[in-house]
């Protein structure tokens, strides 16, 4: 998993050290710094907020063979133009 915020004390890179799991859309997790004069330890929550898109099935599981065809936009038709040199 990439982590894409920095430390909040030295702005270094940070690294995951546990995690659980608080509700069905909640985690909890906690990280240290890996600068080592900063190393403090912290944590966050993640949590579902809500859906950008649905599904396009509700029956579908995460496991299912799913093939979902992307509308593919209009193709224009080809035209022909010629120059006239005079
Ligand atoms: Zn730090």
Redesign the pocket.
Known sequence: MIIMYP?P??N?LIKTRSSRTLSEYVKEKYYY?S?PA?L?VFKTYECFEHFITTTIDPTITANADIQVSVPQPPTQPKRRYSMRLE
């Open positions: 430390c004390m030295c270094s710094c600068n900063c403090c």
